[in-house]
């Protein structure tokens, strides 16, 4: 009588071709999180970017009217933040660093800057009814973040009312 004798487990060659399967299977998966971990921090900046311009924005829009080319002379630089009374006192400021409404810088935004820019806008208005140029500004705010990536919000204020 012949006795079959039943191996159990694997070859060495099965167990390599095993090995191999599973090393590739990782490094892709691996390198996928790696990528995604990478970028998470990306909607946190941009967020932060907008919540920023937004400040700046609710801020100059507050100030009285007057655009840049009705003899606002160049005030800015000779007021500290806190004294700006007019939306065109904002025009060209440039922070290095976030400061709030008084001039003081936010620590924990230190690593984000911003560029303003007033510029009076023509042509806004229906056919007809155009606004002057004097009468409507662009404000836009450009906020770079840590990363280096800018974001510029703009908005339009009149002083077609008042």
Do not use: W
């Not at 012949?2 to 990782?26: D, H, M, P, Q, Y």
């Not at 009374?85 to 290095?96: A, E, F, Q, R």
Request: hydrophobic residues 45%.
């Amino acid at each position: 009588m012949i006795v079959i004798k039943k191996t159990l487990g694997f070859t060495l060659v099965e167990l390599v071709i095993a090995i191999s399967i599973a090393g590739v299977v990782f490094t892709g998966v691996l390198s996928a999180a790696a990528y995604l971990v990478s970028r998470s921090s990306d909607p946190l900046l941009i967020q932060q970017s907008i919540h920023v311009g937004e400040a700046y924005i609710a801020e100059i829009i507050a100030r009285d009217f007057e655009a840049p080319s009705l003899a606002c002379s160049n005030e800015a630089t000779l007021l500290i933040r806190e004294e700006y009374s007019k939306i065109c006192h904002y025009d060209g400021l440039n922070n290095t660093s976030v400061e709030n409404q008084v001039g003081e810088a936010v620590t924990e935004l230190a690593a984000y800057s911003v560029l303003v820019e007033i510029a009076e806008s023509a042509d806004l208005g229906p056919v007809g009814e155009k606004i002057a140029n004097t009468d409507a500004v662009l404000i836009s705010v450009t906020v770079t973040a840590p990363d280096g990536n800018t974001l510029t919000l703009s908005v339009y204020r009149t002083n077609a009312y008042g």
